[in-house]
């Protein structure tokens, strides 16, 4: 009742998998507290295995896996173990690319409340930052019940983005929900929970997976058994996007003094003027509008224009605007 971690190596002469080494990813675990639900993901950059798990002392542990040797003698070795949380189950552990950030998710025993940390590897150990809830009480059904429950976790590659589907039960009907998440140093914010199905009807033990042929767009396959319709398979493609901005050199005019509602009235400072309205800028610094209206240190461009507006930091909070640079 522990989890075994098996390495396979590709042979092109045979065009199969010889099976390699493999090792524990813990020794502890019975009949009566077993160590299970265990998951891996592989971080690219740092050549390592980030195996989590459900311990014998129902708590979520991780351990960073070194992968060594060759041919069939490559074999994975681990650090030791890092408690993410305790009172947990059900970890899922992904990831992030964009930002080389481990994302864990996981649920309490004791109220089935989804939460999430991100970790950080350092050798073959990892930290993690402060725990952040994911949604509020949505009512996330009986995590002791993983056949209905089945949350997944994956990354979006082309939005910088992981995405949390899970199942809640609310008001005696089951949904199946999606909600993304965005890494931040070592914290991660949730937004946009979304439900696939309408009310009433009752997709449990979901699934989902990217559909990584599609280079262009954030396709996802997602689906579980539909209680209406005798236990059978039902699965949906859903297309997700992110919000753009259609700032352009022909588009741009200056910088807002204070915030103006839509369809009100308003000072836009222009060219030679100051804003003072900004935080966290550094002095003598050159500031350019990103194509989602923020400021950041380099050029960006929006439909083939490079994007003009930008400013020079006099304090933390004042720019000049500085219209014209090539």
Same mark, same amino acid.
């Given at each position: 009742?522990?989890?075994?971690?098996?390495?396979?190596?590709?042979?092109?002469?045979?065009?199969?998998?010889?099976?390699?080494?493999?090792?524990?990813?813990?020794?502890?675990?019975?009949?009566?507290?077993?160590?299970?639900?265990?998951?891996?993901?592989?971080?690219?950059?740092?050549?390592?295995?980030?195996?989590?798990?459900?311990?014998?002392?129902?708590?979520?542990?991780?351990? =960073?896996?070194?992968?060594? #040797?060759?041919?069939?003698?490559?074999?994975? /070795? &681990? +650090? @030791? $173990? !890092?408690?993410?949380?305790?009172?947990?189950?059900?970890?899922?552990?992904?990831?992030?690319?964009?930002?080389?950030?481990?994302?864990?998710?996981?649920?309490?025993?004791?109220?089935?409340? =989804?939460?999430?940390?991100? #970790?950080?590897?350092?050798?073959?150990?990892? /930290? &993690? +930052? @402060? $725990? !952040?809830?994911?949604?509020?009480?949505?009512?996330?059904?009986?995590?002791?019940?993983?056949?209905?429950?089945?949350?997944?976790?994956?990354?979006?590659?082309?939005?910088?983005?992981?995405?949390?589907?899970?199942?809640?039960?609310?008001?005696?009907?089951?949904?199946?929900?999606?909600?993304?998440?965005?890494?931040?140093?070592?914290?991660?914010?949730?937004?946009?929970?979304?439900?696939?199905?309408?009310?009433?009807?009752?997709?449990?033990?979901?699934?989902?997976?990217?559909?990584?042929?599609?280079?262009?767009?954030?396709?996802?396959?997602?689906?579980?058994?539909?209680?209406?319709?005798?236990?059978?398979?039902?699965?949906?493609?859903?297309?997700?996007?992110?919000?753009?901005?259609?700032?352009?050199?022909?588009?741009?005019?200056?910088?807002?003094?204070?915030?103006?509602?839509?369809?009100?009235?308003?000072?836009?400072?222009?060219?030679?003027?100051?804003?003072?309205?900004?935080?966290?800028?550094?002095?003598?610094?050159?500031?350019?509008?990103?194509?989602?209206?923020?400021?950041?240190?380099?050029?960006?461009?929006?439909?083939?224009?490079?994007?003009?507006?930008?400013?020079?930091?006099?304090?933390?909070?004042?720019?000049?605007?500085?219209?014209?640079?090539?």
């Amino acid at each position: 009742y522990r989890p075994l971690v098996k390495m396979f190596v590709w042979n092109s002469s045979s065009s199969n998998y010889d099976t390699a080494q493999h090792e524990w990813v813990t020794g502890n675990g019975d009949s009566s507290n077993p160590a299970e639900d265990a998951r891996l993901a592989y971080h690219a950059s740092e050549d390592k295995l980030v195996a989590v798990w459900h311990t014998e002392a129902n708590k979520v542990g991780c351990k =960073i896996g070194t992968i060594s #040797g060759s041919g069939t003698s490559i074999d994975v /070795s &681990f +650090g @030791s $173990e !890092v408690e993410v949380a305790s009172a947990s189950e059900l970890p899922k552990v992904v990831v992030d690319v964009n930002t080389g950030k481990v994302v864990v998710t996981y649920v309490y025993t004791s109220n089935n409340h =989804i939460y999430s940390k991100v #970790g950080t590897i350092s050798g073959t150990s990892i /930290s &993690f +930052g @402060s $725990e !952040v809830r994911i949604g509020a009480d949505w009512g996330a059904i009986d995590a002791n019940q993983p056949s209905d429950f089945r949350p997944e976790l994956i990354y979006l590659k082309n939005m910088n983005k992981v995405l949390y589907f899970h199942v809640r039960l609310t008001g005696g009907n089951y949904y199946t929900e999606t909600v993304t998440g965005t890494v931040s140093g070592t914290s991660i914010s949730w937004a946009n929970n979304f439900t696939q199905w309408a009310n009433g009807i009752g997709i449990r033990g979901g699934t989902m997976a990217a559909i990584s042929t599609d280079t262009t767009k954030n396709k996802v396959v997602i689906g579980g058994r539909n209680d209406n319709v005798s236990d059978h398979g039902e699965f949906k493609i859903i297309d997700l996007t992110q919000a753009s901005s259609n700032i352009a050199t022909h588009r741009a005019i200056g910088f807002a003094s204070s915030a103006i509602s839509d369809g009100a009235t308003g000072t836009v400072n222009t060219d030679g003027n100051t804003v003072d309205n900004q935080s966290g800028l550094t002095i003598g610094t050159r500031y350019y509008a990103q194509e989602d209206g923020t400021l950041g240190t380099a050029t960006s461009t929006s439909g083939g224009d490079t994007i003009r507006l930008s400013g020079l930091a006099l304090t933390a909070s004042k720019l000049l605007i500085m219209m014209k640079v090539t």
